[in-house]
């Protein structure tokens, strides 16, 4: 038997932040460009402007910057303020993990 949780952020009500937008920000740092990361993680490329836009707008900060394409094509790449979001998210990830699981061994025992 395991233990399972789910985090997410949320501003007004409104989902910014959980894992899957998490993998969609760690896809386009990996590929370079959101066509490609939306590819990876199986959304459409309409849905993760979607989902890049209302994070930028409800967090109040860039999270990636855009090259429009041309001859050598575009491009995306992860802000600093992004990079640094999901390092703390990975932390307040893990931190809850933690305390769940070790709230499930006191209630369940080893």
Same mark, same amino acid.
């Given at each position: 038997?395991?233990?399972?949780?789910?985090?997410?952020?949320?501003?007004?009500?409104?989902? /910014?932040?959980? %894992?899957?937008?998490?993998?969609?920000?760690? +896809?386009? !740092?990996?590929?370079?460009? *959101?066509?490609?990361?939306? #590819?990876?993680?199986? /959304?459409?490329? %309409?849905?993760?402007?979607?989902?890049?836009? +209302?994070? !930028?707008?409800?967090?109040? *900060?860039?999270?990636?910057? #855009?090259?429009?394409?041309?001859?050598?094509?575009?491009?995306?790449?992860?802000?600093?303020?992004?990079?640094?979001?999901?390092?703390?998210?990975?932390?307040?990830?893990?931190?809850?993990?933690?305390?769940?699981?070790?709230?499930?061994?006191?209630?369940?025992?080893?």
């Amino acid at each position: 038997m395991e233990v399972r949780s789910k985090l997410w952020i949320e501003v007004d009500g409104e989902p /910014v932040f959980g %894992r899957g937008r998490r993998m969609l920000l760690e +896809a386009v !740092e990996k590929h370079g460009s *959101i066509s490609q990361a939306a #590819r990876a993680i199986d /959304v459409s490329y %309409r849905r993760a402007w979607s989902y890049i836009n +209302a994070m !930028e707008e409800r967090l109040g *900060i860039k999270l990636v910057r #855009r090259r429009t394409g041309g001859k050598n094509g575009g491009g995306a790449a992860l802000t600093e303020e992004a990079i640094e979001f999901i390092e703390k998210y990975g932390a307040l990830e893990e931190g809850i993990r933690e305390s769940v699981d070790e709230r499930y061994r006191q209630v369940f025992g080893e």
